[in-house]
């Protein structure tokens, strides 16, 4: 039996609550969704998270299970961000979509037409590590057209569907999780790990706890001695110190007497410059952070810097503070938006990404 | 004995980027040269402060210093004390929630809470027991 996957991109807000009416929304998780898109550009989960971004996880955990159709469906809003993939997927397709309900229709559709009789739908703003294999033999056993998933907290964006029978359903109905009574669908209980990325504090956690080993998934990159992290062509000069756990992402540097501390994470394509503390916090990629400074318990891109412990967002104008790198991967992916902003019809066959090579 | 004269509280400009801080320092400047200076910045109206703003806080506390005198920082908002802290700068200034408080405390002389600890030669070490075998 085929099997397929549709994994959704673009702020959960953005794709999920069209249809819900303005009291229905979380009024703290819009404020905070908007404001960490100000802060970032793009949604949460293209962004690197000690190596790969939940996008590129998501997609990996299909692919563990031998299901090699996976669609990517992009919010048209959200097309800034497409994220890059560094391992190689098969038949992996990704699509800038502005009206997801009858996107996600067509692709059942074509999904049908291909033989693949049932999909998981996953909205890569989450991550959970719940048994697929599992949770698609409930499905089966069931014999509902959709099965839905919770965890100890709400709903999760997590689906099996019948790809026949899901093409008559209400889609936007059953992707509004408010209505979890939808008739013809079964309920499905997670237990295991479970992050939301609906801030960029879920988005340190999450780091945390992968660098802390409290999840399955793990950091990129070779472990040079326990709990350090070390990604392909990262340059660390020989007077700087790392302290376990921490994760140094590809073709970054760290440069002398900088120290990296306490769950901090260094994403792809970034400096940190003679004498930088970087304490508890999150280098996102392409960012050079200038030297003699202390960055504790933030979130640093380009030449922004979220505190999370005043909860605050500061802009620095001067480039030898902290400045965006412009690197090789933020012109592939502006092309990439060059060629998929045309239309929700337009459709890019993504290419063998490299493989990583330690 | 140390005498402390005036307190000079200023209110920094909404923005302290190196447009404005070359106009801020020329207003800063002579209240800096008097004898002793005690300076209280009033920081509640900063809405954005670059590293030459943060330059010009060290060379006003640096020229406060010169003179025997003091500068302390008030109503400091998150924005302006994340970017104190990326620079390493925080620890230098002695910071308060609003510049009453800060005026004040260049006014009151730290009291004394620890009374004076009793003689070793008290009734607690035995003295009686000394002059008895004396």
């Known amino acids: 039996m085929r099997l397929g996957a549709v994994v959704v991109v673009g702020t959960e807000e953005l794709i999920f609550t069209k249809e819900r009416s303005a009291s229905e929304c979380s009024v703290s998780t819009n404020l905070a969704v908007e404001s960490s898109n100000a802060f970032l550009n793009e949604p949460l989960e293209c962004i690197d998270i000690v190596g790969r971004s939940l996008v590129e996880r998501a997609i990996e955990r299909f692919a563990a299970i031998d299901i090699h159709d996976v669609s990517v469906l992009v919010d048209s809003k959200a097309l800034l961000g497409v994220p890059n993939f560094r391992g190689s997927f098969g038949s992996l397709t990704v699509e800038g979509v502005s009206n997801l309900p009858s996107a996600m229709s067509r692709r059942f559709a074509d999904y049908s037409r291909e033989g693949v009789e049932r999909s998981f739908v996953i909205a890569a703003n989450t991550y959970t590590e719940t048994d697929l294999l599992d949770l698609f033999c409930f499905h089966r056993e069931s014999r509902q057209a959709v099965t839905n998933t919770f965890d100890k907290e709400e709903s999760l964006p997590l689906w099996v569907v019948d790809c026949v029978k899901a093409q008559d359903m209400d889609l936007s109905g059953l ?21 939301r990325l609906r801030h960029v504090r879920d988005m340190r956690r999450l780091t945390s706890d992968i660098l802390r080993g409290r999840c399955q998934t793990g950091p990129s990159g070779r472990q040079v001695r326990p709990g350090v992290w070390i990604d392909y062509g990262a340059e660390i000069h020989r007077r700087s110190r ?18 990296i501390t306490r769950c ?23 960012t050079n952070v200038g030297i003699c400074l202390d960055l504790r318990e933030g979130v640093a891109s380009g030449n922004k810097l979220w505190n999370l412990e005043r909860d605050v967002m500061i802009e620095i104008s001067d480039p030898n503070v902290m400045h965006s790198n412009p690197g090789v991967s933020v012109s592939v992916t502006k092309q990439r938006k060059r060629t998929m902003v045309g239309g929700a019809a337009l459709r890019e066959s993504k290419p063998n990404g490299h493989s990583m090579a330690v | 004995m140390y005498t402390p004269g005036p307190v000079i509280v200023m209110e920094l ?18 209240l800096l040269e008097i004898d002793r200076p005690c300076v209280v910045l009033d920081c509640s109206q900063v809405q954005s402060m670059d590293s030459a703003g943060v330059e010009m806080l060290l060379h006003c506390l640096q020229e406060a210093m010169k003179r025997d005198g003091d500068m302390k920082l008030a109503a400091v908002p998150p924005a302006s004390a994340v970017m104190l802290e990326l620079m390493r700068v925080d620890r230098l200034f002695e910071v308060f929630d609003n510049s009453e408080q800060a005026v004040r405390s260049f006014q009151i002389f730290p009291s004394v809470t620890n009374a004076q600890s009793q003689p070793w030669y008290g009734a607690a070490h035995g003295l009686t027991d000394l002059k008895a075998a004396g």
């Open chain 1, 242 to 259: 790392i302290v376990a756990p921490a994760y140094i992402g590809r073709e970054s540097m760290v440069r002398a007497d900088a120290l």
């Open chain 1, 264 to 286: 901090s994470a260094i994403e792809r394509n970034c400096c940190i410059d003679c004498g930088t503390v970087i304490e508890d916090s999150s280098i996102l990629p392409n």
């Open chain 2, 13 to 30: 400009p909404e923005k302290l980027t190196h447009l404005e801080v070359r106009s801020f320092l020329d207003e800063m400047q002579p």
């Open chain 1, 175 to 195: 992707l509004n999780r408010t209505h979890t009574n939808t008739k013809g669908a079964s309920n499905y209980f997670i237990r295991d790990y479970v992050s």
